[in-house]
């Protein structure tokens, strides 16, 4: 399954669908959207974070939008 983040997307009320994204990869990384063998679709835009990102879940895939 796909799950989606964007700059203009929310932590609050994100659902991680293409029409409402997370606005982070960590919130996406945490919710119960993703599982093993997810894709994490990283729409356009500068991500900017100041912790470290972990992923705690197995065979997840992170990745750019084509074209953007």
């Known amino acids: 399954n796909a799950v989606y983040v964007s700059t203009v997307g929310s932590d609050t009320t994100g659902n ?6 997370y606005k982070t990869l960590q919130k996406a990384l ?8 997810s894709t994490i679709i990283l729409r356009g835009g500068t991500y900017k974070s ?5 992923v ?4 997840v895939t992170i990745k750019s939008q084509d074209g953007e």
Do not use: L, M, N
């Open 50 to 54: 100041f912790r470290e990102i972990r």
């Open 30 to 37: 945490d919710s119960d959207a993703v599982k093993e063998g």
């Open 16 to 21: 991680g669908t293409v029409k409402e994204p």
């Open 56 to 59: 705690r879940k197995a065979q």
